[in-house]
């Protein structure tokens, strides 16, 4: 009797934009989406949208080939299920219904076409879904239009959809930059949505918005290459902004070889509607997101209990399974060191409660690297993963804690100065405090679970007490001792090991 075939829980998302058409496969649906394959194709559907009507047939026949070529990827891949989703272009091109009867045979799914509120809502969702607690105005550039919405933790508020687009602001100023200036300062200065940004955030989505981060990211020596997450105070995104339109006007973006030839010419028509935003809404800081429409998606078919789930948590979660000896030992950790800040009455805000357990979860991950490079890899691994709901300084913090586990604590292992450079000294210290914790634990434990449960911490004044249950006083040895008093010193008391 032949097995029934077992269903691939994959799921995979075509997103036909005005700019690019792109795939994403994940290797599931959940709270932390992990992409295992990702492509686009930079088509520009929407290039003559607004001077025609039309969508450029060159661009048609682009983004067909480009299709079939993604269905027959899901074909191979035994994607579990097909999403697929049209933007701008294809809602205000007159051949947009005809494109998408075509566009619908070749994929074999349904294709929705998002209204600008919808695509204004599924950015949102995006953004709620990657960033930790947002607070301020999503904006997602596309080719065709920009979106801007409200959001407030993972309330959704109301939006608005203007054609400036960056293909869409470029076809209709004739590739005149004072022209578009013209109509961007027309578009962005009747926008009440805006005013609710001051002193907030303004978070940035788009794959042209991300360009002009990169090249922010490039020239100012940043030490972190992660797109998402990437902040900058608003009045220094502004001097970036203008700069580049000056770059621009002088004809010397050609020589900038991180960005695509395709992508290149948009950049001072992004650069453009950032500078306005940012005039208009007056926000605190501009935060970068590679969370968006298509996240936003999934994310919004997640029941609620998973869609209250902390996203940097879940994907803590799923690289302890992968990667450390004992997911149920990282679990362990987290309350062994929950009770190690109760009786050290360690001031941790929510924040900092979150980022600990999270390095809790990732502390054992570098057990298969030759011990000379745990430090190192573990260092690059955390600090350039693909997750989110975490900011840079938090990436910082959770990976220097896991590098000080792995290399000491000793001034010959300092890590780079600037990875250090990224966090205030204070927690720096913290981390080195949570390394050292995490030095004891794992040496009596050797990653095993039902042993830290077995060891209890207790405080009198200034002494703190490492405690082994009978059963577990074997385990006591000079070394372990050595690195409990470690520990105690940089919490500002004197240690020692109790056996019970």
Not at 60 to 76: D, E, G, Y
Request: charged share 25%.
């Amino acid at each position: 009797m032949k097995r029934p075939r077992k269903r691939a829980s994959s799921v995979a998302v075509i997103d036909i934009g005005s700019n690019s058409v792109r795939m994403v496969v994940y290797e599931q649906l959940a709270r932390s989406l992990v992409s295992v394959f990702n492509e686009k194709a930079l088509c520009g559907l929407g290039r003559e949208v607004q001077s025609t009507g039309l969508l450029a047939p060159d661009a048609v026949a682009k983004a067909l080939t480009s299709l079939r070529r993604f269905r027959a990827l899901c074909r191979i891949q035994k994607v579990g299920r097909v999403y697929a989703i049209a933007t701008a272009a294809c809602r205000d091109a007159t051949n947009g219904p005809d494109f998408i009867r075509r566009a619908e045979r070749i994929c074999g799914t349904p294709i929705e076409i998002l209204s600008g509120p919808r695509e204004a809502k599924l950015s949102a969702l995006g953004v709620i879904s990657g960033i930790h607690n947002p607070d301020g105005i999503v904006g997602d550039l596309g080719g065709g239009s920009l979106e801007l919405i409200d959001v407030r933790k993972n309330r959704v508020h109301s939006g608005v959809t203007l054609p400036l687009g960056s293909l869409a602001l470029q076809d209709a100023s004739q590739k005149s930059l004072k022209r578009a200036e013209r109509i961007v300062r027309t578009e962005i200065s009747g926008v009440a949505h805006l005013k609710a940004g001051r002193g907030r955030t303004f978070y940035a989505v788009g794959g042209t918005w991300r360009s002009l981060a990169r090249i922010h990211i490039i020239q100012s020596g940043y030490p972190l290459k992660v797109m998402h997450g990437y902040s900058l105070p608003a009045a220094d995104a502004l001097d970036f902004a203008v700069r580049l339109r000056r770059l621009a006007a002088a004809n010397l973006l050609a020589d900038i070889e991180t960005i695509s030839d395709a992508r290149r010419p948009l950049l001072t028509y992004a650069a453009l509607v950032l500078e306005y935003v940012i005039r208009v809404a007056q926000p605190k800081t501009i935060v970068f997101s590679t969370f968006g429409v298509r996240e936003g998606l999934f994310y919004e078919m997640l029941p609620p209990a998973e869609k209250a789930k902390d996203g940097l948590i879940c994907a803590a979660q799923t690289l302890n399974g992968l990667l450390s000896r004992s997911a149920k030992h990282a679990e362990e950790l987290i309350a062994w060191t929950d009770r190690l800040a109760r009786v050290v009455r360690l001031r941790e805000t929510e924040e900092d409660r979150r980022l600990r357990h999270a390095a809790c979860l990732l502390s054992d991950i570098g057990w298969r690297v030759h011990p000379d490079h745990r430090g190192e890899e573990t260092l690059s691994l955390i600090t350039n993963g693909n997750f989110g709901s975490v900011d840079h300084q938090g990436r910082a913090f959770v990976a220097l804690s896991v590098y000080y586990r792995y290399a000491g604590l000793s001034e010959a292992n300092e890590p780079p100065p600037v990875m250090r450079d990224l966090i205030p000294p204070a927690m720096d210290e913290r981390a080195r405090m949570l390394g050292a914790a995490f030095r004891v634990a794992h040496l009596v434990s050797a990653a095993r679970p039902g042993v830290l449960p077995a060891t209890h911490f207790r405080g009198e004044g200034r002494k703190l007490m490492l405690v082994f249950e009978h059963q577990m006083v074997d385990l006591v040895a000079d070394r372990v001792g050595s690195r409990f008093k470690q520990l105690a010193r940089l919490l500002g008391r004197s240690g020692s090991i109790v056996r019970r």
